[in-house]
């Protein structure tokens, strides 16, 4: 006799119970299947988070300068008889020239002036508004205006750390950030005099400074920011970033020529 003639001879009530127990059984099955898809999902979940907390904990932490502990003057960093002299053409609402600030800079204040062997130079070369079409003399040029309010905070000897504090609260370009109200602001959370800085200001004192170092950076040769000069030569900034700018530092400090 076969299963299935054995099966159509089992009573109604029997095969609806065993039809019962088998969808039970499936049921569970899924149950099952569905519970362990979550616990892998879970896991990988788990996991993923594992690697992006170890990830985050592997970055370096940024990296800040310790101004105090530097000889500063004006918009100078570094030993004044340091045997190199490295020059920044930068202007504040210039990506690169915050990436430059935030990932570079420190790097090169910790290798070459802390020991004595660069100083360091800032001049202005504002041209982000400007290749927006906005006038240099314009109270709606933010790289100007910026550029000025930190000449006022350098007469305070305040420069580094104002520059810092304005590259940190750079927005997109002409949106409105480097306000005076802002550069005001900025200028008193980090205690300089307010008085001196906001007359400073005010009166476009530094407009001329601002317009005749950029002046004088055009003339020699500089197209964009950040751009250096490493002893009177021109050096372009590349991806390669400090790794190249160390290599540039290294020879000018063994007397060879630097290449751009």
Known sequence: MSESSASRRQ?????????RDAARHRDR???????GGAAIAVALLAVVALILLNQDDASPPTATIAYAELPTEGRFLGEADAPV???????????FCQQFDDADLPQIVDTFVASGQV???????????????????SPANESVQAAE???CAADQDRFWPYSEALFAAQGAENSGVYTDAMLKETAADLEVDADAFNACLDSGAKEAEVLALR???TVRGVQGT??????????NYTVDGY??????????????????
């Open 243 to 260: 790794g190249r700018l160390e290599a540039q530092l290294t020879d000018a400090l063994a007397g060879n020529l630097v290449e751009n």
């Open 149 to 151: 309010a930190a000449l």
């Open 215 to 217: 002046e004088d950076g």
């Open 119 to 137: 100083r360091v130079e800032w001049r202005p070369l504002p041209i982000i508004s400007g290749a927006a079409g906005i006038a240099l003399d």
């Open 29 to 35: 099955q899924r149950r099952l299947l569905r519970l």
């Open 85 to 95: 002299d490295f020059v920044v053409y930068s202007d504040f609402q210039c990506p």
């Open 226 to 235: 950040p751009t250096f000069l490493i002893n009177e030569q021109l050096v």
């Open 11 to 19: 009573p109604k009530a029997e095969r609806r119970a065993n039809r």
